[in-house]
């Protein structure tokens, strides 16, 4: 495997002026805002994380649903910018069998999943590149906070950073296909490299869950849990604020909490974004 190149991992923070707009009366993107999207499509591989303040959403919201979203279908009106915006980076995907399809999915807490590993629980969410090892995983992923709740902790690894201090022989192991999610009963998914190329540059697919499909590869993968522990670090989004998120070598996660389920807790929109040919 490469050496890793030079990668940006601040935390870039742009001004209120550059936001969204999220009322009838100002939609689109601010001229900033725009090029930075655009620029952080045509470097993803080493985007980094671009975090955004001051976008704009609807002054009254409706109460966060106690249902999943699929089932109300109401827009709340930062769609089309959301969509534009993340058009920017790229082509927005879904999936079917997430969220009906939806190109902007709705994220916030469901007393049904509260112990599940998903975006609507109220556990910790283990660390994770979204949808690792599926077919035409994203390549980035846009979060909007459409409702905060300072308790939450959004979690962020950049995996060039733990890579650049893992021993070559760990760096090796990582990128064999040796790496796999254990199913009900004890059998494994066919195992697949945490590490591999993309466009001439690392790409890395990553969870929590996974487990060493041979003992010789267990040490590989807890240096790497431990490098990720390490340089974790913590976002507390407010509301207006927007992360970019290069899927491709960042893993992101979430602090447990306790949802109230009464209508005020954490919401979120979210769209995910394959890069342009």
């Given at each position: ?156 690894c950049d995996l060039l950073d733990v890579w650049a201090g893992l021993d070559p022989g760990t760096r090796r192991a990582l990128a064999e296909p040796a790496f796999a999610f254990r199913l009900p009963g004890g059998t494994l998914t066919e195992p ?86």
């Open positions: 495997m490469p050496e890793p190149g030079p990668h940006r991992r601040a935390l870039l923070t742009l001004p209120a002026d550059t936001a969204v707009g999220g009322d009838e009366r100002s939609y689109g993107l601010g001229p900033e805002l725009a090029r930075a999207a655009t620029r952080f499509g045509r470097t993803l591989g080493e985007a980094g994380l671009l975090h955004v303040t001051g976008v704009r959403v609807p002054p009254v919201l409706p109460p966060t649903p106690d249902r999943p979203y699929a089932e109300l279908g109401h827009p709340i009106g930062t769609e089309s910018p959301l969509l534009a915006l993340a058009s920017l980076v790229g082509e927005v995907i879904s999936f079917a069998d997430w969220h009906a399809g939806a190109r902007v999915q709705n994220l916030y807490p469901l007393r049904g999943e509260a112990s599940r590993q998903n975006a609507s629980n109220a556990v910790y969410l283990e660390m994770h590149t979204e949808t690792a090892f599926r077919p035409n995983t994203p390549d980035a992923l846009v979060l909007l906070c459409l409702r905060a709740d300072e308790r939450v902790g959004t979690l962020v697949k490299p945490v590490a591999s190329q993309w466009r001439g540059r690392l790409r890395f697919n990553y969870a929590e869950a996974l487990c060493a499909a041979g003992e010789e590869y267990e040490r590989p993968l807890r240096a790497l849990r431990a490098g990720i522990e390490e340089r974790t670090v913590t976002v507390t989004l407010r509301t207006g604020d927007l992360l970019l998120i290069d899927n491709t070598h960042l893993v992101h996660g979430r602090t447990a909490y306790r949802p109230r389920y009464d209508g005020t807790d954490r919401w979120l929109q979210r769209c995910l974004i394959r890069a342009a040919a």
